[in-house]
């Protein structure tokens, strides 16, 4: 069954630090999501993306985020400076359509703490 | 804003049938309606969608009725490993995006 792969599984940083978080959406999925989830909290929807550009995004997606897909697998959120509140599992996911008539598959997370 | 309500947790014991509801009340009229279980530290996985009446697969069935203002998932005999938490999705409004609500928290006991 294809999977979305996401690097790396745990991640430690120091506040202030840039981090990168990668994923490898399926690949015959065009449409890309990610997500985070606080510790004990619900999933939070940060941005979807599709056709190099971001389709719409949450107010937690502020100018400290953006998304890139730089070449034709890998799909990245960085988070430029880092804070201890940005400490969560962040959760790519991808689709074939935009209207998740299939769903969507998730990735396995990246464990992002800041110190 | 979450589009879905849900009840905060259930409990249950091995063997038995669970039925969880939620309520859609504004759906809008293309949506589907998505069932995600998550287990603690892993991410969301996919186990059922549904736009009307009843969809079946090997672990679940949904059931929505004619006005889709909720729809109730139904797990067949749950076994200790279904202890997880149950989200119940439907598109946000411009379509772009799944929105997860709290979910419930189902605990089977044996």
């Known amino acids: 069954e294809p999977e979305v792969t996401q690097t790396p599984s745990h991640q430690v940083t120091q506040m202030g630090q840039e981090v990168i978080l990668r994923c490898v959406p399926i690949?015959?999925?065009?449409?890309f999501y990610w997500y985070r989830q606080i510790l004990g909290q619900k999933v939070e929807f940060l941005v979807s993306?599709?056709?190099?550009?971001?389709?719409?995004k949450s107010e937690i997606f502020d100018d400290q985020f953006s998304v890139e897909r730089p070449d034709g697998s890998n799909f990245t959120l960085k988070i430029r400076s880092t804070k201890l509140e940005d400490s969560a599992m962040y959760f790519c996911a991808s689709s074939v359509d935009s209207s998740a008539r299939y769903g969507y598959t998730f990735g396995s997370g990246t464990r992002l703490t800041v110190v | 804003l979450a589009k879905t309500t849900q009840p905060i947790s259930m409990d249950s014991y091995e063997g038995q049938e669970v039925n969880i509801t939620c309520s859609h009340n504004?759906?809008?009229?293309?949506?589907?309606i998505t069932w995600y279980q998550q287990f603690p530290s892993q991410g969301p996985r996919f186990i059922i969608q549904?736009?009307?009446t009843k969809v079946t697969n090997e672990v679940a069935s949904l059931f929505i009725p004619a006005d889709r203002k909720s729809s109730t998932l139904s797990l067949p005999r749950v076994s200790l490993s279904d202890t997880a938490v149950y989200y119940c999705l439907v598109p946000n409004q411009a379509g772009t995006a799944l929105i997860f609500g709290k979910g419930t928290t189902l605990s089977v006991s044996s």
């Open positions: 993306f599709y056709n190099n550009e971001i389709s719409e």
């Open positions: 504004n759906i809008a009229t293309n949506d589907y």
């Open positions: 690949s015959n999925h065009l449409y």
């Open positions: 549904g736009y009307k």
